[in-house]
């Protein structure tokens, strides 16, 4: 059970670095992907404004010159000579922005892009690929026309970002280069993969080993427990026998008397419970005591159903059963023989007057699946689990005409999970109980 816990901790921590890391990364990886494309939008837009191409230097428009105006003449009075660097016309050219806001002025240098014109019928009209050199006009038309066809208007065609814009009757398709964009990006992943998978490792490294510190502590202390349950439960059996016998001696001298079968069902009832304590401490520790063999499933569950009827039609309850022939596993014989007797005992015990009792043993592929179920005068809705904790039941009042302890079916989960099956209860309604079981077929 330490190891299973200890598993659990290790994933459950694994998982959450994981997922933090995954958000952390993906919100960079994401955030930077959506830079870059409104950055390429903007240029396109900026592009397709200025006639696919952008404005050649000199050709910003400037304040208009007016003859005769006397010309601004310099601190010490002298007038500005032409291409004087304190000319307030080369200052104005300096303050100017080259280009629309947030543009670098290396944008029309470091830009690689083409446009394709269309006319109202779909012909190509113009091709530009001036400024750059991976693409030829017969690849920029293939490209421009896949955007022509297609319903977008903007978006990615291999590592190009195109606009497709309509002015005049006219279609204008502009792409930019943005492979070197593109490529930091994707390095930026493979380094995120492969950072992020190294950083992973050394936490799985760390974790495992710091959980093996904090829970050998744990370790020792459930060892300790189980321990005293063991050592409790042998010390119990010679009371416990010495009282019996001495209840047979007292019957023989005196005959009976209702003070000593009360004295011996009690001790029956303890010699049973401290039985099956031992039981579920040897499970725990992974060493009970089995004899493995191969048998027939079926013909257990109807040996089982044969004894149990009886009792059940004699209480006024229906009992249905569907037992599929020749059902075979491997494991030990005595112990499932009482896991059935358990189910069976528990839906006798807590089935509503009157009620429906159902048993299912089929094959589904290489699993075999078994169903318990009984209508009950009221459970709560969902999952039951909580009914294989030990000594827990439902009524809580803890009657004892019903013979239970509340460790039956704590015996039934260990007999299950010793054997490689699973156990869940349920009730869909609040007026059912549900027990399904799965095992290997073998």
């Known amino acids: 059970m330490i190891r299973k816990l200890r598993r659990k901790f290790i994933l459950i921590s694994m998982l959450a670095i994981l997922l933090v890391m995954g958000v952390i990364f993906s919100v960079i990886y994401v955030s930077t992907y959506v830079s870059a494309c409104k950055l390429a939008d903007e240029k396109l837009a900026y592009l397709s404004e200025n006639g696919g191409s952008f404005p050649e230097e000199g050709s910003r428009p400037k304040p208009p010159e007016t003859e005769g105006r006397e010309r601004p003449s310099l601190p010490d009075g002298k007038e500005p000579q032409q291409g004087d660097e304190n000319s307030p016309d080369i200052q104005n050219d300096r303050n100017d922005p080259p ?117 050998r502590l744990v370790a020792e202390a459930d060892r300790k427990q189980k321990r005293f349950i063991t050592d409790a439960s042998h010390e119990l059996k010679t009371p416990l026998t010495v009282i019996s016998a001495c209840c047979d001696v007292l019957e023989i001298e005196k005959g009976e008397d209702e003070w000593l079968d009360s004295i011996r069902r009690q001790t029956e009832k303890l010699t049973d419970m401290t039985n099956k304590l031992v039981f579920l401490s040897r499970a725990d520790e992974g060493r009970p005591k089995s004899e493995i063999s191969s048998f027939s499933l079926s013909d257990i569950a109807e040996e089982t159903v044969n004894s149990f009827r009886p009792v059940a039609e004699a209480g006024g309850r229906r009992m249905q059963t569907e037992i599929a022939p020749a059902v075979f596993m491997t494991g030990d014989l005595s112990r499932i023989r009482e896991l059935f007797s358990i189910l069976f005992d528990n839906a006798m015990k807590y089935s509503d007057a009157e009620g429906n009792l159902h048993f299912s043993l089929q094959k589904a592929g290489k699993s075999i699946r078994i169903t318990f179920s009984n209508t009950t005068n009221g459970v709560p809705q969902g999952d039951l689990s909580i009914l294989f904790d030990r000594f827990y039941r439902l009524d809580s009042s803890r009657n004892s005409e019903t013979g239970g302890n509340g ?7 260990a007999i299950v999970e010793q054997h490689g099956g699973s156990i869940s209860a349920e009730s869909p309604d609040g007026k059912t109980i549900f027990f399904r079981i799965r095992f290997r077929e073998g």
């Open 407 to 413: 460790i039956g079916l704590s015996i039934a989960k």
């Open 99 to 215: 280009f629309r806001e947030g543009f670098s002025p290396e944008a029309p240098f470091e830009s690689r892009y083409f446009s394709v014109v269309f006319d109202e019928s779909g012909a190509v009209k113009q091709i530009d690929t001036d400024h750059i050199a991976a693409v030829d006009e017969t690849a920029a038309e293939s490209y421009a026309k896949a955007v022509l066809n297609g319903k977008r208007t903007k978006g990615f065609s291999d590592d190009y970002r195109f606009l497709k814009a309509e002015s005049d009757g006219e279609t204008t398709v502009i792409f930019l280069d943005c492979s070197r964009d593109l490529d930091t990006m994707r390095s930026l992943l493979r380094s995120t993969l492969i950072y992020g998978g190294v950083g992973l490792l050394v936490f799985f490294i760390l974790v495992w080993l710091f959980s093996g510190i904090v829970f």
